[in-house]
DNA sequence: TTGTAGGCGTTATCAA
DNA sequence: TTGATAACGCCTACAA
């Protein structure tokens, strides 16, 4: 057998269990040479105490954890790593998991907070589709990062920190119109995204409004529901299918950078040079952009910023201080190449 | 207090805790009645089973681990989920972790083992520095995805599943000299990176002695430890460093395709032409390089074969079958616009 | 088909 | 400063 257990380095050490986990756990009534002693038996034996154990008996951990749906979403990236530093420098650990597009994540959220303990959860990418049934469940403090929910719908009982993707959006599709630009194409959600996805689409139409500019259907290109993720080849398969409905516009907003990455190429492979003949914008952010050619305008949203509001804001409230429902921080518009006057 | 567990089931529902365990875990010693009745209760009152005591007392689980160092690295969302998606037909569940720089991938390992009865494990994106002392710890069957040993090194037990990485770099320097190029840069990693970093860097040295190109310091950059990763700002900063230099070099070979990326901008932001007056070339055949303008040429890894054949090594072993030490598999040098004729 | 009881590996409480 | 012992929540013989 291979179980090496608390047991075994008791009887190694001639001295009872619970002196071993006095030792392990950084105890001080504990006489300094037989912890020393312990913890050398324990290196010599290659003893690794059983989390299940721990997790089971704790009664609570440092520990919140960090549940991402859409990992693969680039504009995560930096986030997480923010989110991770702040935690940690709160000398918690973080526990990241992955959700499955098609996972619950307050099921998983749930699941975790009995095992691990858990003093607190961090949600990044996640809708506010929520039935309150399940949010009750939750009793340790949540916030919800980067997601937005519609106005309307009700509060989840968590925080909430994003920028306002409607107003964002807004600007970044006002600053094309601006330009001379009434045909402005859009890439975004597929049409049952109740979120983010929506709200920057509102924010599209508001625009297109607010300008006197009729808005057109066939300028719209919805992702395919299971098919496309914001991502390059998506970003360049949807400009294809608006390439081929032969609809006239002279820029494109797309709700991402990286759909707009993909859209460049596929325009650039229809012969369509940017920004002289089609002006390109996305939404995000993204180095990628910022190293692209041409490089790309984009809405910048603060990751960092939101990064630290967010795990301050938790904190406050594993804490109980003070807190903010909602907060919500300013994007920044950032003109690059890939935009131009309507010629 | 909230904690609700399988007691309190029992005690509504009338039964003993192990008939709400059969409920539960799909027995079928139990009435279907009873069992009805019991689930329905669990549902209303929204248990949610404890994932320590279930680890703690289960012998096995159906689940492996993925433990990824550097997931920020684009290169491996791709692998990721072609593995996930391997395990899940396998009707075993993937817990997919990621490992920081500085943690121990192994440590982890063996923690996780005990933790969740763990069958297998698979590392992605670790070095080979491994203490044969810790490895031997391992007691479950494992592989290495995508990192590759320097001959010479030993067997370290698992199987190792990956491209071979000086042969590829070879091949595209080769290449680059067969363009006509004979001050070919690169970017690689730092001095101390003795996994693929230095075998692609081998590879590079190898392919200019095969063609009598006398090798030159002060063509090679390398990244900064701590500072530089494989991402655009690296690839970028690291031209720039390059560049400084007032070397002359008609190609750049970047050993990652997200450097290459940030070489590009690098050079057009100085006021190089590409290909025309400097070919540049990457290393991975990730998808941002075939929609970038110019497109990238590139050594592409079969991401998704070296996925299946991960997935399928580590349960040979597990299953005790037949199983190879080491799989290599072809790259697949794949030629854009980013590179053109020595002029 | 159901209930009882023991134990998984730890930590915490208490007494020594 | 240390040791015995009772939980922690669940699963599973075994008995009924």
Redesign the pocket.
């Given at each position: 057998m291979d179980?090496v257990?608390?047991?075994d380095i008791?009887k190694e050490c001639?001295?009872?269990?619970?002196?071993?986990?006095?030792a392990?756990?950084g105890?001080?009534?504990?006489?300094?040479?037989?912890?020393e002693k312990i913890l050398e038996v324990i290196a010599r034996s290659g003893?690794?105490?059983?989390n299940?154990?721990?997790n089971?008996?704790?009664?609570e951990s440092r520990a919140v954890a960090l549940l991402v749906k859409g990992m693969d979403n680039m504009f995560f990236q930096d986030i997480i790593d923010v989110i991770e530093k702040e935690i940690h420098d709160r000398k918690y650990s973080c526990i990241l998991q992955r959700v499955e597009e098609n996972e619950d994540e307050v099921d998983l959220a749930l699941e975790l907070v009995?095992e691990k303990k858990l003093q607190g959860i961090i949600f990044l990418g996640g809708k506010f589709d929520h039935p309150q049934e399940s949010l009750r469940r939750l009793t340790v403090p949540f916030v919800m990062s980067t997601s937005q929910r519609r106005s309307g719908l009700p509060s989840c009982g968590g925080g909430s920190i994003s920028v306002d993707n409607e107003k964002e959006s807004f600007r970044m599709v006002d600053y094309l119109c601006r330009l001379g630009h009434s045909k402005i194409a859009i890439l975004t959600a597929a049409p049952d995204d109740e979120s983010i996805g929506r709200l920057r689409f509102d924010g599209y139409r508001t625009a297109l409004a607010s300008h006197g500019i009729p808005y057109e259907r066939e300028l719209v290109v919805c992702m395919e529901p299971g098919r496309d993720k914001y991502n390059f080849a998506s970003g360049y398969r949807m400009t294809r299918r608006l390439l081929e409905r032969r609809k006239e516009f002279s820029a494109l907003y797309a709700t991402s950078d990286t759909l707009a990455l993909g859209a460049c190429r596929a325009l650039k492979d229809a012969g369509i040079r940017i920004p002289e003949e089609c002006s390109v914008a996305g939404f995000d952010g993204l180095d990628a952009g910022k190293y692209y050619i041409p490089s790309l305008t984009t809405l910048e949203q603060p990751a960092k910023e939101i990064g630290r509001a967010t795990v301050s804001q938790l904190f406050r409230r594993i804490e109980k201080k003070e807190i903010r429902e909602e907060m919500i921080f300013e994007g920044n518009l950032i003109v690059r190449e890939s935009t131009s006057q309507y010629q």
């Open positions: 179980a257990t608390i047991k008791a001639g001295v009872s269990v619970s002196t071993v986990s006095r392990m756990n105890h001080r009534d504990i006489n300094q040479k037989t912890r003893y690794v105490p059983n299940s154990a721990r089971l008996k704790r009664l009995k």
